[in-house]
């Protein structure tokens, strides 16, 4: 369950659209079922962040294939076929498209029957996975802080078509943040969830503990940035003991 502390660091980001945590369950969740409007998969999260409800979903409440990604449903030979992708333009062969559902991040079938959606603020259970929507300069913490600890390089991974598999799938699947950008994927754009240009990040259940360890203890704002005078001499000082350093070796560090 995320700690009070947790939860204020989060509520620090000043986020416009809520932090959305979630949930993979296999026996129902106790809380409330979705009781919005039929919506694809990319719009529970949109949902708890407008209404602020602690609520689950199951397979009939998802009118796309974000049901797929949760291993819910076979793939849809049709839609697998790669026509609907052909269909949408977003790809010139089906085959083209088709080359995405070999390829497509899937959990386990059969193990998902329901998914909990709750704004961070109201989380009271142990997320799966944290959703992020951020404009740029939140989404620089929120980035670093998957790496601070780990050094793990920052990765994209999406397709044009099924960006949900990206999003909710594949960090559950190799435990890797994924992040990508609202306007460039044809449901999510089509279905007008976001504003372009913002930044949606997953953060996995197995970097949760040292995503908000790197929150509470990294800097918010790198010492470059600052412009007040005890952080500028702060910054010479350690850049100066780059060259003392380099000097031992014959080098030099051409930083500047």
Known sequence: MLSAKAKELIEKLGLTYPAVAVKMCFEKPDVPHYD?????????????????????????????????AMGMIDKPPVTASGQAGYDFGCYQTPMGCRQLYQQLPILEPGTIRYVQFAPVSAC?????????????????????????????????????????????????????????????????????????????ISVPFQK?????????????????????????AELARRMAHWQEMAAEVGSHVDLK
């Not at 039929?38 to 397979?59: E, H, I, L, P, R």
């Not at 460039?184 to 913002?198: E, N, S, W």
């Open 36 to 68: 919005g409007p039929s919506c694809a998969f990319c719009q529970f999260v949109k949902y708890a962040q407008d209404t602020g409800k602690n609520f689950y979903m199951q397979v009939e409440d998802d009118q796309c294939y974000g049901k797929m």
């Open 124 to 200: 009271d259970f142990d997320p799966d996975l944290l959703f992020f929507v951020a404009d740029l300069p939140q989404a620089d913490i929120i980035m670093r802080a998957t790496s601070w600890v780990s050094g793990d390089l920052w990765e994209s991974k999406s397709s044009p078509v099924i960006s949900c598999a990206w999003m909710y799938a594949y960090p559950i699947i190799t435990g890797k943040a994924n992040h990508i950008t609202t306007g460039f994927y044809h449901g999510l754009k089509r279905r007008h969830a976001y504003p372009a240009g913002l930044r949606m």
């Open 208 to 232: 949760i503990p040292e995503f908000f360890y790197a929150l509470e203890n990294m800097d918010w704002t790198l010492i470059a940035f600052r412009d007040d005078a005890e952080s500028k």
